[in-house]
Nanobody, 123 residues
């Protein structure tokens, strides 16, 4: 499995970005996926996860209402729509493949990771 995250960039506070995660290798619809982020000097934190079909999602409590995870299995691509961005959202964002069937916020249960895409939100 290979995952390629893209779509990051520099945006002003209050703005929006949509991240993409292009997948190859194993059939995309066969696994759940998630997004994580890591700010400088901080641990990697869970952002959101989505089931194989896309019918079920889960979010970090602090991000509910601003971020939306989705996927297009026909295009082998996952997405993270980020609205009302804040400077504290500045981080490298990673997409990852879950190794288990259930949605989970535990990074150790994701076995393949993309390279990350930088998101910088200016105040």
């Amino acid at each position: 499995v290979q995952l390629q995250a893209s779509g990051g960039g520099l945006v002003q506070a209050g703005g929006s970005l949509r991240l993409s995660c292009a997948a190859s290798g194993r059939t995309f619809s066969s696994y759940a996926m998630g997004w994580f982020r890591q700010a400088p000097g901080k641990q990697r934190e869970f952002v959101a996860a989505i089931s194989r079909s896309g019918s079920t999602t889960n979010y970090a409590d602090s991000l509910k209402g601003r971020f939306t995870i989705s996927r297009d299995n026909a295009r082998n691509t996952g997405y993270l729509q980020m609205n009302s961005l804040k400077p504290e959202d500045t981080a490298v964002y990673f997409c990852a493949k879950s190794s288990i069937g259930q949605l989970t916020p535990r990074a150790e249960l994701y076995d393949f990771w993309g390279q990350g895409t930088q998101v910088t939100v200016s105040s």
